[in-house]
């Protein structure tokens, strides 16, 4: 008797995507409870949001920025290139791509080393001396960038798992929703550090 | 195919490589998943129904019966965070949903049956995490299963994980949520139009929506105090500037949805029922299904309505209020539309259709009691009283409850492919019923008379009530008892069922009991409405 039947399901990319679009749609959730908590701080501690966010380094933030907009556009490359067979020229962008993603992780590392060595992070003895709005204020950088952070290393993961997919030819030209949808995934990663960049950097 | 008798299911062999269990936890097959996550949620009823038992145990006479006060404090947390987060959010989607769910609509199997597998496993790794909780670190959680900061943030129980395990649980309903909505829009047979659809698909379908929208903000909610507890980030602890009412806005945002998350998928298993037993094509089809969709939308929006008395202003509070009784209107729809449907019905008053039936006076019950809660005035009086108490559960086990019930009764001869005995079960119906309104009945009247909730001790006046309802849940349990004894004995003894028992119509029912692994040896072409009866009159 027959026990386990294998279906044979006709690759659904369009199923695929769909289910990817709702999974984005989730995570935009996700941070929207955070958005919600930042602006009723914000808007009940204006000032003492200000004065935080002069201590941040906009040189640090702008950088990161540009290196996390130039990786969705090698991100955006290897999948045009996948989608002509150029599986060489696909490979070589989604590595660029996890470099560049890499690179934000250690330029956050640092800066979050930064602040450590000012003595501020939750809880810590500095912070709690200092007024509510910038407590809180650095309650959520922590949180907010801890979790994007978090997000991109996701994203260094699952680009690694699909640089070994197209390696092995399980994505190809003719069926690559697999690269697209983790496109997808980094290029969400990319637009939540577009609020978060000013949100914290820029509001002074 | 209708000659077809039943045959043993062929979920209980299996192939040589693989032993009995791995057949089933490594299945991406979307029935045995389906069967995976039913026998896990009645389990965990069952866990949660003995910690209630034994709290009206405790709450038979005024002082200290059988546990102490603190011990109280705990259970009434297990058995709420079990009870709501083990079993009855996941509870009809993920069990019958996930069986059912691709059978009427005429697939093979879900659409991302890996992730189907992988949504169990989280769900079950966060059952032992919610275990393992209780043994660990501060012992059991002690805050309600709401998790109140900032008493969540400061208690020395644990906190911490108990609250991973419900962010892994929340976790496995997103993906349940969006392999179904994928399924709904991508897999349907041929000729099945959003409109030919089963309503209990579209109420899976709103369920799906719901699901999405709402449960990443718990998600958040629960990191956040995650993240409280162990670095002090601030936001929802007074002493740091955070402010506690948030917690609130953000953890009913949710869990007011989810409400909804568990009881629509409930009336889809009313709305199969009571066609099928009434012999009659559905009234109102098109009512039901966009109803489905206008309780998801407008219960997204009615939070506030539990923070009625936690400082808010008027203007919001009003709003809220006036949110809440807008849910009635297509709650209201659903009701009559049954009722319209059984009017000049052929009734078969079979043990599904009393489950159904009592659904419906149980429900309104507690939809009549929800306005109460919801009306402001009235609602300051009762707040966290024990009226509140039984407005939830006349809904949530009343309601959910009976439904999950009744769709046991419903689809078990199609799962396992044998009978029980109808007898039995409608003996076991009355013992649920009337031990069901003999426990929550009274807590109204306590309730309206100033019995708070979560008291481990009352003044003597309410005694005879309070005992009144011990003996509710001694009836009810004599009820439980018999259903699981009939529901066993027919797996071991009952004789085959045919492929369809009931006379119903949907595309479940034009397959063997139990259905094949690849569920349609053809992928039927719908042509007709999932009710119609046009040629069997």
Known sequence: MKTEFSITHHADSEGARFGMWLFLFTEILLFGGLFLLYSVYRSEHALNFHSASLELSRFFGTFNTVV????????????????????????????????MGALFLINKYLEWSAKFEHGIYPGSHELVNRSRGEVLFYGLYFTMTGLHAFHVFAGILVLLVMLVLIKKQAIT???????????????????????????????? | MSTHTGTIPYYFNHAKERSFIMSWVLSTDHKRIGILYLVSILTFFIAGMTIGLLMRIELIAPGRTIVSATTYNAMFTLHGVIMIFLFIIPGIP?????????????????????????????????????????????????????????????????????????????????LTGLNFLTTIHRLRAEGMKFFKMPLFVWAL?????????????????????????????????????????????LFWIYSHPAVYIMILPAMGVISEIIPTFARRTIFGYRAIAFSSLAIAFVGYLVWGHHMN????????????????????????????????????GSI?????????????????????????????ASDVHIHDT???????????????????????????????????????????????????????????????????????????????????STVGSWILFTGVVLIFANLINALRKGASSPANPWNGTTLEWTIPSPPSAENFEIIPVVKHGPYYRGDTK
């Open chain 2, 386 to 468: 024990y009226f509140v108490v039984g407005h939830f559960h006349y809904t949530m086990f009343g309601g959910v409850g009976f439904a999950l019930f009744g769709a046991l009764h419903y689809w078990f001869p199609k799962i396992t492919g044998k009978l029980y005995n109808e007898l039995l079960a409608k003996i076991a119906w009355l013992f649920l019923f009337a031990g069901f309104n003999t426990l929550y009945f009274p807590m109204f009247i306590m309730g309206f008379q100033g019995m708070p909730r979560r008291y481990y001790d009352y003044p003597a006046q309410f005694h005879s009530l309070q005992f009144l």
């Open chain 2, 309 to 344: 008395t936690s400082g808010m202003s008027d203007t919001a509070r009003i709003i809220f209020s006036f949110l809440t009784f807008l849910v009635a209107v297509p709650s209201g729809v659903k009701v009559f539309n049954w009722l319209a449907t059984l009017y000049k």
């Open chain 2, 94 to 174: 993920a069990s019958f949903g996930n069986f059912v769910l691709p059978l009427q609509i005429g697939a093979r199997d879900v659409a991302f049956p890996r992730l189907n597998l992988l949504s169990w496993w989280l769900f079950i790794m966060g059952a032992i995490l919610a275990v393992v909780s209780l043994f660990t670190g501060g012992g059991p959680i002690d805050t309600g299963w709401t998790f109140y900061a900032p008493y969540s943030i400061r208690t020395t129980s644990n906190v911490t994980l108990a609250v991973f395990a419900a962010f892994l649980v929340g976790f496995s309903s997103i």
């Open chain 1, 68 to 99: 996390l907009l130039t990786s969705s556009l090698t991100m955006a490359l290897s999948i045009h290139f996948i989608r002509y067979g150029e599986q060489k020229k696909s490979m070589l962008f989604l590595i660029l791509t996890i470099l």
């Open chain 1, 173 to 204: 030209g003719d069926d690559y929703v697999k690269l697209e949808n983790s496109g997808l995934y980094w290029h969400l990663v990319d637009i939540i550090w577009i609020f978060l960049f000013p949100l914290f950097y820029l509001i002074s």
């Open chain 2, 348 to 376: 078969d008053i079979k043990s599904p259709l009393l489950y159904a039936l009592s659904f419906i006076f149980l429900f309104s019950i507690g939809g009549l009691t929800g306005l109460v809660n919801g009306a402001l």
């Open chain 2, 205 to 249: 379908y709103a369920t799906g929506w719901i699901q999405l929208i709402a449960t990443p903000v718990i998600g958040i909610t629960l990191v956040l105090v995650m993240l409280e507890r162990l670095f002090g980030i601030g936001v929802f602890d007074p002493a740091k500037g955070g402010d506690p009412i948030l917690f609130q806005h």
